[in-house]
């Protein structure tokens, strides 16, 4: 008969290649592995050969970079996501791409079984068990680190005995997620809330550049597609950002997140241009969305990005709400200048077509258009019913 097969999300870490032979031996099933480029900087061919090295029966590595971009970091533009309105949620936003590649690959295989290297307490597993089991619902679910019961130094004994390198990066007590939107950071002596994080954590983010400078945003409906006036595709815009943004140390962020799964935990990002792109759309659109439907945006992005943080991707309900988005974005075309500064940046300047900014009603100058006569009317009844309730009684001054 023939064996069953499975395949695995595979970083070409320590845990997901113990994970390639614990699924052998444990399971006695053939291991194909998929590994994805969302630009975490990985060298695809290494992991690819350590993948082979370790028995597996296909090694997929696949570029995704555009196909992150487009349909995961794009909507998330649209819609400003940023869970508890601080962190961007780089590493949410991979993990359903993650769950469709997964699923294709089982298919094109005919596995049974998909694994991947998610522990039991995070957020992350239960992004790639949704996104798996919306898209493919007959598909099992393996997740090693959830079901082994080994202790780190069990774990490297293991990897020991069965000749699986370990990685140097081993060394380092802290567990990382990088792609192309941020980087995030747990553990070690971060789990201690009132300590300052080391210097040393921080990879993307380093005061460089003290002399101050701008930069300029163009985005077309939404989406970025120039930076400094200069046309690029947007995996080289975010790069770009990443460079000039981080190099003013622009980009931290502390967290005390709100688990899914109830724990409060504390979390690093580094997300230079994932913040300066999305305070610039967000400063593009107060210039041209009326004011109900920019109110009633912000309140819908909330649940958004918390839709997204909770593994709710495929879900009917985040579709909705982006079809809701992308409406928005029709006139969300213009340029904003924003200035840095070490730590720190901010909007200074913003201007569109379709600006709803008009100068001859705001300016406090002579001969302003405004009609201040019918302000008075205006007034009366829009606060109609505010008087006739304080008719009755209601308040004493
Ligand atoms: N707390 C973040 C989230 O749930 C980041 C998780 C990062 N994962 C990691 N292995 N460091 O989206």
Redesign the pocket.
């Known amino acids: 008969m023939e064996r069953e097969k499975v395949v695995l999300a595979y970083s070409g870490g320590l845990d997901t290649s113990v994970a390639i032979k614990w699924l052998m031996q444990k399971y006695s099933i053939d291991v194909i592995t998929l590994t994805v480029d969302i630009g975490q900087g990985i060298d695809l061919n290494e992991i690819k050969n350590k993948a082979e090295n370790l028995g597996v029966e296909k090694a997929y590595v696949l570029d995704l970079r555009e196909e992150f971009i487009k349909d995961y970091i794009i909507p998330a533009i649209k819609s400003n996501a940023m869970?508890e309105r601080v962190?961007p949620?780089?590493?949410?936003l991979s993990r359903p791409l993650i769950a469709k590649y997964l699923v294709k690959v089982a298919k094109e295989n005919g596995a049974k079984y998909v694994a991947h290297g998610c522990t039991g307490k995070?957020?992350?597993q239960v992004r790639i068990d949704l996104g798996v089991k919306a898209l493919a619902p007959d598909l099992e679910i393996i997740a090693p680190v959830r079901e082994w019961n080994f202790s780190r130094e069990e774990e490297i004994e293991y990897a020991i005995e069965n000749n699986i390198p370990i990685p140097v990066s081993r060394k380092n007590p802290y567990?990382?997620?990088e792609n192309l939107w941020g980087r995030?950071?747990?553990?070690g002596i971060l789990e201690d809330p009132w300590q300052e994080p080391p210097e040393d954590i921080y990879l993307w983010t380093k005061l460089e550049n003290k002399e101050p400078s701008y930069i300029e945003i163009t985005f077309e409906k939404g989406i970025p597609v120039k930076l400094n006036g200069v046309e690029k595709d947007l995996v080289g815009l975010i790069e770009e950002l990443n460079k000039i943004a981080g190099s003013y140390g622009i980009g931290r962020i502390d967290h005390i997140?709100n688990?899914l799964v109830g724990i409060k935990?504390r979390?690093i990002?580094e997300a230079p241009a994932a913040l300066v792109i999305i305070k610039a759309h967000e400063a593009l659109e107060d210039l041209v969305l009326p004011r109900e439907l920019a109110h009633f945006k912000r309140m819908l992005e909330d649940k958004y990005a918390e839709l997204v943080?909770y593994g709710l991707w495929f879900d009917p309900f985040r579709e909705a709400l982006q079809a809701f988005m992308d409406k928005t974005q029709e006139r969300v075309t213009g340029k904003v200048k924003i200035k840095l500064i070490p730590w720190s940046f901010s909007i200074v300047g913003r201007d569109s077509p379709y600006s709803l900014y008009d100068h001859s009603l705001a300016t406090y100058d002579k001969g302003s258009t405004f009609s201040t006569e019918s302000a008075v009317g205006f007034i009366k009844l829009f606060g109609l019913q505010n008087y006739l309730y304080a008719l009755k009684g209601g308040k004493n001054a």
């Open positions: 869970y962190y949620l780089a590493t949410a995070g957020n992350d567990s990382i997620d995030s950071i747990e553990g997140e688990r935990s979390e990002y943080y």
